[in-house]
């Protein structure tokens, strides 16, 4: 028998990390694993979709009336302005695929994983993904050469708001290699998906047959 597959419900797993210290490649790596069958979490948004977008697969594009609609409704798990455009995570598609049994990868910030946690708290499994030093997070953000000094320099400096918040966390990574942060990133999926509360409903049968058996 599973036990990941024994009748669990699914898990949110919330990956968060300062820019340029390897999230958006950390949840590439788990979600290009198939066998690990994540389905990443799509924000809904108000900001304009870009010519390189596509709607419902980099984001779900709504007008600011739909998304106050929908955030004063509680259909939002949680939700941020960002430079003037609103950002939010719809409630109904993740609940139905917890339900499914399968998790949910989540790519926000700690203000969106309080939110998150606040609401679902069962469900829920934080990941903070911390860069060896900030000198190599300068050096990360400036080989990506996508912003200017002074963009930069900027990042840099939310980037230390929001390394200490890493003590929000359930578990801290330090990326330093990326290959070793990914495998410890499989181990706690692998564990987290074992944990009692998840695997109880399906395991209470077998226990109860094992209890039954003559020996």
């Given at each position: 028998m599973e036990m990941e597959s024994a009748g669990r419900r699914g898990l949110m797993l919330i990956l968060s990390s300062p820019s340029g210290a390897g999230k958006t490649t950390l949840t590439r790596m788990l979600l290009q694993k198939k066998e690990l069958d994540l389905t990443l979490s799509i924000s809904l948004t108000t900001r304009k979709r870009r010519s390189s977008e596509a709607d419902g697969i980099h984001?779900?594009?709504t007008g600011h009336a739909e998304f106050a609609r929908r955030r004063d409704g509680g259909e939002l798990l949680e939700h941020a302005e960002v430079h003037g455009n609103f950002y939010g995570t719809p409630r109904a598609p993740v609940e139905a695929i917890l339900a499914q049994g399968r998790d949910v990868l989540f790519d926000i910030d700690y203000q969106g994983a309080r939110q998150v946690r606040e609401k679902m708290?069962?469900?829920?499994?934080?990941?903070?993904?911390?860069?060896?030093?900030m000198r190599e997070l300068r050096a990360r953000l400036e080989r990506r050469a996508e912003d200017?000094?002074?963009?930069?320099?900027?990042?840099?400096?939310?980037?230390?708001?929001?390394?200490?918040?890493?003590?929000?966390?359930?578990?801290?990574?330090?990326?330093?290699?990326?290959?070793?942060?990914?495998?410890?990133?499989?181990?706690?999926?692998?564990?987290?998906?074992?944990?009692?509360?998840?695997?109880?409903?399906?395991?209470?049968d077998f226990v109860a047959?094992?209890?039954?058996?003559?020996?």
């Open positions: 984001y779900h594009f708290p069962r469900d829920v499994v934080t990941i903070f993904v911390l860069p060896p030093s200017n000094q002074e963009t930069i320099l900027k990042r840099l400096d939310n980037a230390r708001h929001e390394i200490s918040r890493w003590g929000d966390y359930d578990y801290v990574l330090i990326n330093d290699d990326i290959q070793k942060t990914f495998e410890d990133l499989l181990a706690i999926v692998r564990a987290e998906r074992l944990r009692r509360p998840r695997v109880a409903a399906g395991v209470e047959g094992l209890l039954r058996e003559e020996i």
